[in-house]
């Protein structure tokens, strides 16, 4: 079974001026489909840069990094497109559009999707935001949800185009301990049934037990 996400080797640093500080440092990495795997370790050992790298939002700057099968190291706009269509991103700030309501948030990632007619948009957006605890917040605006509530719409845009590749950035750090339990609970369906592989950073110790495999990063190292 060919891996989802394969990393060899990767190194990344963050320049300014004429300095340049290393934030990763040799990385190797496999994640397999329908596996998920939790990134835990200290703030600024570098596990959201290895997320936005993995999720195309980075470019990559030395070693191999393989996405659904593309190298991302020198990829095209065009083809780079391709590979974050197929990706999931759950953010620690929900990043949400103020002018659109839950269910416009969510359809967004459908229109990513040429495959799936547009008169499904309203059922899926719908559905999903149901098993997100939202059944009747589809026609609410942003400023009229809580923070958690703001945060599960957030979730609903991740899952609600069944990605390959689901990356989550400290998902629960806004919800309560049910809300949370709820969602985690989601994205370990998702992965069951369909195959999706997870990465998902936190620090949040009650959401472990979903993890197939708990990764620790150091000093932007992987630690064995």
Same mark, same amino acid.
């Given at each position: 079974m060919e891996p989802t996400v394969t990393v060899r080797k990767l190194n990344h640093a963050f320049s300014q001026g004429s300095l340049s500080k290393p934030v990763l440092s040799d990385v190797n990495l496999d994640i397999y489909p329908g596996e998920i795997v939790i990134l835990t370790g200290p703030s600024g050992s570098g596990k959201t840069t290895l997320l936005s790298l993995i999720g195309g939002l980075r470019s990559v700057q030395e070693g191999s990094l393989k996405v659904l099968g593309k190298e991302l190291l020198g990829i095209g706009k065009r083809q780079l497109t391709k590979v974050r269509n197929q990706i999931g991103f759950i953010f620690q700030h929900h990043n949400l559009l103020k002018c659109l309501t839950a269910y416009g948030n969510v359809r967004m990632s459908l229109k990513l999707h040429s495959e799936i007619p547009k008169r499904e948009y309203r059922q899926r957006a719908v559905t999903t935001l149901a098993a997100v605890g939202l059944a009747d917040k589809a026609d609410s605006y942003p400023a009229n949800l809580s923070g958690g509530q703001q945060q599960r719409v957030a979730i609903a845009r991740a899952l609600?185009?069944?990605?390959?590749? @689901? !990356?989550?950035?400290?998902?629960?750090?806004?919800?309560?301990?049910?809300?949370?339990?709820?969602?985690?609970?989601?994205?370990?369906?998702?992965?069951?049934?369909?195959?999706?592989?997870? @990465? !998902?950073?936190?620090?949040?110790?009650r959401i472990l037990d979903i993890a197939d495999r708990i990764v620790q990063m150091e000093d932007g190292q992987i630690k064995k």
């Amino acid at each position: 079974m060919e891996p989802t996400v394969t990393v060899r080797k990767l190194n990344h640093a963050f320049s300014q001026g004429s300095l340049s500080k290393p934030v990763l440092s040799d990385v190797n990495l496999d994640i397999y489909p329908g596996e998920i795997v939790i990134l835990t370790g200290p703030s600024g050992s570098g596990k959201t840069t290895l997320l936005s790298l993995i999720g195309g939002l980075r470019s990559v700057q030395e070693g191999s990094l393989k996405v659904l099968g593309k190298e991302l190291l020198g990829i095209g706009k065009r083809q780079l497109t391709k590979v974050r269509n197929q990706i999931g991103f759950i953010f620690q700030h929900h990043n949400l559009l103020k002018c659109l309501t839950a269910y416009g948030n969510v359809r967004m990632s459908l229109k990513l999707h040429s495959e799936i007619p547009k008169r499904e948009y309203r059922q899926r957006a719908v559905t999903t935001l149901a098993a997100v605890g939202l059944a009747d917040k589809a026609d609410s605006y942003p400023a009229n949800l809580s923070g958690g509530q703001q945060q599960r719409v957030a979730i609903a845009r991740a899952l609600v185009a069944q990605p390959k590749l @689901l !990356l989550a950035d400290e998902p629960t750090a806004s919800l309560d301990s049910k809300t949370g339990r709820d969602v985690v609970n989601i994205i370990q369906r998702l992965a069951r049934e369909e195959r999706c592989s997870v @990465l !998902l950073v936190t620090h949040d110790n009650r959401i472990l037990d979903i993890a197939d495999r708990i990764v620790q990063m150091e000093d932007g190292q992987i630690k064995k």
